[in-house]
């Protein structure tokens, strides 16, 4: 708690002194013209216009879209969120205020600064997670604009790999977030080269971005971070390094069309073995006011990853958020598709409702012995059907996410889901006395969040 107000104090007498010693960064210089950027003014350092989508809302970094070299500015931002559940997990609903379940609880607070001056650029957002005592950096990074066609990020900044910013609508991710293949964020930098309709980034990280704090009695250590990565735990010393990425994205009319790939060490820090991680997509967005689709197949496979007695290993460790890990499959094909359309309304406050459903399917490689035969690995599917409101700066996401073999939509969390699947008795690890289930059945999460962005 001394951190947080020692941050909140910091921040606004940097904020104070920013606006008595520079007023002129209150109303920043207007953009020189140029079709590649949204020409917007901007008007005062807490002034941002959030949109009425996912990719706005969540993301407000603006500097490495500024064309104009003559000019500075600074934006300071945020959001607070309250969230509540209601979970028929295995059969089963819960009582209120059972494990955080079917209450209100905090989600989240954030702070933003996203900020350009000559030509250079930075963006930082720190999260704070009061319910399960977590808080870690998303992302913090400088960048530079050498050209209209050529930028250059330094620090902890988006992996570019798949859909971008965001291969989902909802509130939750696509099932390759939780893979660590959605809006992944890395320490090293990302390159950009614009060329007519083409986009290219050329990108290399040689650490994930570094842990935040967490209470352990929530999860490992390791796993205090905003993406999900293979993260060390005891037995299985696994870390990710020297990770290298490419990415090609072609403008055609309504479409975005691209290819991405990714390579990158797995290292053991106990025994100093080092594996691999090699990843490949095909992604397309189409948007055609009021609708909006996008879909992408990733292909993944971990090679010569072992743990620290040696054994190679068919599942890796990931985490995320302070909380405890779960197995991955080691190789997997992985499906997404995704569909929105904006409904804008006059309802008092209430301006605009998008209605989407986002799906996605692991279907897995692997396979493990069970009671002396080879039994395959069963598949993990997420559903999502909801809403986004916009009333102002006060967002909603309405939700019903559904997971079938999930680590997060369960009672269970974490454990062999995502992995060969869950047992027969979900609560316990796969084994020869605990069979992988054929058919553990879909379980069901309502969720709302509320968020107020500024």
């Not at 920013?18 to 917007?40: G, K, V």
């Not at 959030?50 to 500015?73: C, F, L, Y």
């Not at 945020?78 to 819960?94: H, W």
């Not at 909801?386 to 559904?402: E, R």
Request: proline share 5%.
């Amino acid at each position: 708690m001394s951190f947080c107000k020692s941050f909140l104090f910091f921040l606004l007498t940097f904020c104070t002194w920013l606006l008595m010693a520079h007023p002129q960064l209150s109303h920043a210089a207007p953009f020189r013209q140029d079709t590649t950027i949204e020409n917007q003014p901007r008007f005062g350092i807490f002034k941002k216009d959030h949109g009425k989508h996912k990719a706005t809302i969540e993301n407000t970094v603006e500097s490495h879209k500024e064309m104009n070299r003559d000019t500075s500015w600074v934006k300071v931002g945020g959001a607070l969120r309250l969230n509540t559940i209601y979970a028929i997990y295995e059969g089963q609903t819960f009582p209120l205020g059972t494990n955080s379940r079917n209450e209100w609880t905090w989600d989240t607070w954030r702070i933003n600064v996203d900020s350009y001056s000559d030509g250079l650029q930075f963006a930082f957002e720190y999260r704070f997670y009061p319910t399960f005592n977590t808080h870690f950096i998303k992302y913090g990074w400088i960048g530079y604009r050498f050209s209209e066609k050529y930028n250059l990020q330094l620090g902890i900044t988006q992996v570019p790999f798949g859909l971008l910013t965001y291969a989902s609508h909802s509130w939750w991710f696509q099932i390759p977030y939780y893979l660590g293949l959605e809006d992944d964020h890395q320490m090293g930098f990302n390159l950009t080269h614009n060329r007519a309709n083409w986009t290219f980034n050329l990108a290399y990280f040689p650490l994930s971005e570094p842990r935040g704090t967490n209470d352990p009695a929530f999860g490992e250590y390791s796993t205090a971070r905003y993406s999900y990565d293979v993260v060390p735990i005891d037995g299985n010393s696994n870390i990710e390094r020297n990770q290298l990425n490419l990415r090609a994205n072609y403008h055609l009319d309504d479409w975005k069309l691209g290819g991405s790939f990714q390579v990158m060490e797995i290292y053991n820090q106990q025994t100093t073995h080092s594996g691999n991680q090699l990843a490949a997509a095909l992604h397309a967005e189409w948007s055609n006011v009021p609708w909006n689709f996008k879909t992408e197949i990733i292909y993944y496979g971990y090679n010569n990853v072992q743990d620290d007695d040696g054994r190679l290993l068919n599942s890796v460790q990931m985490g995320a958020y302070g909380f405890g890990t779960y197995d991955v499959a080691s190789e997997a094909m992985v499906y997404v598709i995704g569909l929105a359309h904006d409904f804008p309304v006059d309802w008092g406050p209430i301006s605009n409702v998008q209605v989407y459903n986002d799906y996605s399917l692991i279907q897995k490689f692997g396979e493990m012995p069970i009671n002396g035969v080879l039994t395959p690995f069963q598949k993990t599917q997420q559903n999502v059907l909801g809403a986004l409101i916009t009333a102002g700066k006060i967002y909603t996401y309405v939700d019903a996410a559904m997971g079938y073999n999930h680590s997060w939509i369960s009672d269970a969390f974490g454990g062999n889901s995502m992995g060969p699947g869950r047992g027969i008795d979900y609560q316990a690890p796969v084994s020869d006395d605990n069979p992988i289930d054929p058919d553990p059945g879909w379980n069901t999460r309502i969720n709302i969040n509320i968020g107020y962005y500024f």
